[in-house]
């Protein structure tokens, strides 16, 4: 995967300094654009700003929770749109894991993950075509 997304954005949100150095030096490797925030609502400026294709979300964050800001991020947007999620938690309860994906979440990671769990994940969802936006349909060429 070296290099294979150099025209997409990852967004890597979590309140941990150590997780955010290392999801970052390792996403590094993909040629993707890489942003950080440390809490919730620094979270939703950068991904309002920076529209990126695809954000790696942590549950738990200071100033608003990982579920607050998917609920912003995701509002109004239809199924697949851009940006696609994937949520890191250490929460192992089922509970939260579907409450996560009637929000949108389009993966969902318990803490401690395997590095090439999140590899496989990030290389799906950044291979996929994003759903058009609401109001527009796609239309192929005759």
Same mark, same amino acid.
């Given at each position: ?18 997780v955010v150095t290392i999801l970052t030096s ?33 549950? @738990?964050?200071?100033?608003? %929770?990982?579920?607050?800001? /998917?609920?912003?991020?995701? &509002?109004?947007? *239809?199924? =697949?749109?851009k940006p696609r999620v994937i949520m890191i ?25 395997? @590095?090439?769990?999140?590899? %496989?994940?990030?290389?799906? /969802?950044?291979?996929?075509? &994003?759903?058009? *936006?609401? =109001? ?7």
């Amino acid at each position: 995967m070296t290099g294979a997304f150099k025209d997409k954005t990852i967004l890597v949100v979590d309140d941990d300094a150590d997780v955010v150095t290392i999801l970052t030096s390792a996403l590094e490797t993909t040629g993707a654009r890489i942003l950080t925030a440390s809490d919730g609502n620094t979270a939703v400026e950068v991904a309002e700003r920076d529209q990126p294709d695809l954000i790696i979300l942590d549950m @738990m964050l200071p100033k608003r %929770s990982g579920f607050l800001v /998917l609920e912003r991020i995701k &509002a109004r947007k *239809p199924k =697949g749109a851009k940006p696609r999620v994937i949520m890191i938690t250490g929460n192992l309860g089922t509970r939260h894991k579907t409450y996560a994906e009637s929000l949108g979440v389009e993966d969902y990671l318990n803490k401690p993950f395997r @590095m090439d769990r999140l590899f %496989s994940s990030v290389e799906r /969802l950044l291979s996929e075509p &994003a759903s058009p *936006p609401a =109001g527009r349909e796609s239309t192929a060429a005759s």
